[in-house]
């Protein structure tokens, strides 16, 4: 007969491993405010490169607004100009007059069939 011995292991955590609350919470907010100041710094940085990048050139700031508005202004002319040409295209297409003259045929037929029954 064998005699099974029933062993129990206990796991204790030591008293300097827990973590405190105020402790997390501290770190936390330390790290959070780390964060912010690296933005603002980056932030401060990146302005501070535009500036010094748009007076090393000739041309201001109101001069990139400008030129991008312009720019812009072009954009959208070459959309519509497309775009019109684009509708232009398809109204001629042979699907675009196959299609309206189905629905044109359509239509007249309907009207015939309601002038029948009307009269």
């Known amino acids: 007969m064998l005699i099974r011995r029933h062993t129990h292991t206990h796991t204790h ?8 609350t105020h402790t997390q919470s501290s770190l936390r907010t330390t790290t959070a405010t780390a964060v912010k100041m690296r933005l603002y710094l980056a ?3 990146l302005l501070l490169a ?4 748009s007076e090393a050139q000739d041309t ?3 001069d990139h607004l400008a030129k991008a508005g312009d720019r812009l202004s072009e954009f959208g002319r070459t959309i519509a100009e497309k775009t019109k040409t684009a509708l232009e ?5 042979e ?5 309206t003259n189905f ?5 007249q037929k309907l009207k015939e069939q309601v002038d029948e029954l009307t009269q």
């Open 95 to 99: 699907f675009a007059v196959a299609t």
């Open 103 to 107: 629905f044109r045929k359509g239509w």
């Open 50 to 53: 535009l500036v010094a990048h």
């Open 60 to 62: 201001t700031m109101e």
């Open 13 to 20: 955590t030591p008293p300097h491993t827990h973590t405190h």
């Open 89 to 93: 295209k398809f109204h001629q297409s």
């Open 43 to 45: 932030v401060a940085v």
